[in-house]
């Protein structure tokens, strides 16, 4: 499967996708200000294709579903729009930028209660019977559930300060996976399980394609990890790095994986230059590059490629237990296209950082 087809079907999917996301926020009679930042990430992320709804669609189609233009779309647009919620709650927790004022922040935490409360309700309209509706929104439950107890280990669990408490890798990796499960592994998981239960099919179907789902989630949680240290005067201004923000990982004194790995085995130097942007939010380009060049000589960029390796290999030796289909292969694509993906390229592009970026054949 080639990369271009893959990004075909991605662009494909949103496209159908989208314009039901706006039709349902349309509907809504939400007042401002609330309004503004109950549309912002769903405008703002309209402009790129969305790998949730591709995940969603090929699981559907993998359990021999028909018709996902008309199945699919609704039910996409509520797990994009939960999505966008757990985004906008998390610029509160995380002390966003985009939040000027108390005001705003009260307005993000708003947004997000009234995005998670639309997801709910366009799945409960959906014309499906009520043990499928039950157990979708059963899941939606669960999931939200897990990404809080995420939010909970990353605020107060894998911090710089308790640094000395996870020093042993072992444990260290331990607790950073769970982390990496709950807020976005399990996430994927529930979006497969959606596809297949909405076809009826197989539940080894929907074990196999969970499985996948949830290691595709731990690739994503690598990623971003690694994205947070790609400075915004770099080529990869996208919409994800708009609301990111840039070494805020940091800035929040949180134990993400580059910065745990540096602060174990970099230099005194390398340690410095992280630790000296604790609790900052004014740092500099120059700042935030040197901090790129601490974590890429500790070594950090290249075991976190090969935890991305290791993690890509596994889901698609999971993947493959399914039958051979066209909508098999686009998602073990996906997998590779997520050890590959923009933040990768420029930290090897623009930084050296070395590590196999070959894309595996499907």
């Known amino acids: 499967m080639s990369r271009r087809e893959y990004f075909e079907v991605l662009k494909e999917t949103s496209k159908v996708v989208t314009p039901f996301v706006f039709q349902y926020l349309e509907r809504e009679d939400f007042q401002e200000p609330t309004k503004s930042f109950v549309e912002v990430l769903p405008k703002r992320r309209a402009k790129n294709p969305r790998l949730r709804d591709l995940l969603l669609r090929l699981s559907y189609e993998v359990c021999e579903g028909k018709d996902w233009e008309r199945v699919i779309p609704p039910y996409a647009a509520a797990i994009e729009l939960y999505n966008d919620s757990t985004y906008i709650i998390n610029w509160f927790l995380d002390g966003k930028g985009e939040l000027q004022t108390k005001d705003d ?175 900052r939010r004014d740092a500099t380009i120059e700042e935030q590059e040197r901090a790129v060049y601490a974590v890429r000589d500790s070594g950090a960029f290249n075991f976190i490629i090969s935890e991305a390796n290791r993690t890509e290999k596994r889901s698609r030796e999971t993947l493959h237990q399914l039958p051979k289909s066209r909508a098999r292969d686009l998602l073990s694509t996906m997998a590779s296209v997520i050890r590959t993906n923009k933040f990768f390229v420029t930290l090897r592009d623009e930084y050296g950082v070395r590590g196999d970026y070959s894309v595996s054949e499907a």
Request: charged share 30%.
């Open 105 to 279: 922040e009260k307005c993000a935490v708003n947004a997000g209660f009234l995005l998670r409360e639309l997801a709910q309700r366009i799945i409960q309209e959906q014309d499906a019977i009520k043990e499928t509706t039950l157990e979708i929104i059963c899941g939606l439950s669960d999931v939200n559930s897990r990404i809080y107890r995420a939010q909970n280990i990353d605020l107060f669990g894998l911090t710089v300060d308790n640094f000395d408490q996870v020093r042993d890798e072992r444990e260290f990796l331990e607790i950073y996976y769970k982390k990496g499960r709950l807020i976005c592994g399990d996430f994927l998981a529930w979006i497969a399980d959606v596809g297949a239960i909405l076809t009826n099919g197989r539940e080894e179907y929907g074990r196999i394609l969970r499985d996948f789902a949830t290691d595709v989630g731990t690739g994503l949680q690598l990623t971003n990890d690694a994205g947070d240290f790609v400075p915004p005067n770099k080529r990869v201004k996208t919409v994800d790095k708009s609301y990111k923000d840039q070494v805020t990982d940091i800035a929040n004194g949180r134990l993400t994986l580059p910065i745990w790995y540096c602060l174990k085995h970099g230099t005194d130097k390398q340690k410095g230059v992280l630790l000296n942007l604790v609790g």
